[in-house]
């Protein structure tokens, strides 16, 4: 996925919003509970933060890549 929005020139907000686009159940609420503390905590809505948060969230530790 990462790879298309490169192609396709997107920005970093409009990577974050493609992607979580596609989300549903839990990792819906997951997103919208993530977006409001990046909001109230005054991170940056960009793809960086966004991939740290959800590799947190979504792989485990012992996952390498």
Known sequence: MEDMM????CTP???VT???R???AAASNWWH?????MVTNEVEMNWENFSR????QYVPDSFTF
């Open 18 to 20: 493609f992607a979580t």
């Open 13 to 15: 907000v409009e990577k």
């Open 53 to 56: 948060l959800f590799m947190g």
């Open 33 to 37: 509970g993530t977006k409001e503390y």
């Open 6 to 9: 490169e192609d396709l020139d």
């Open 22 to 24: 596609f989300f549903r």
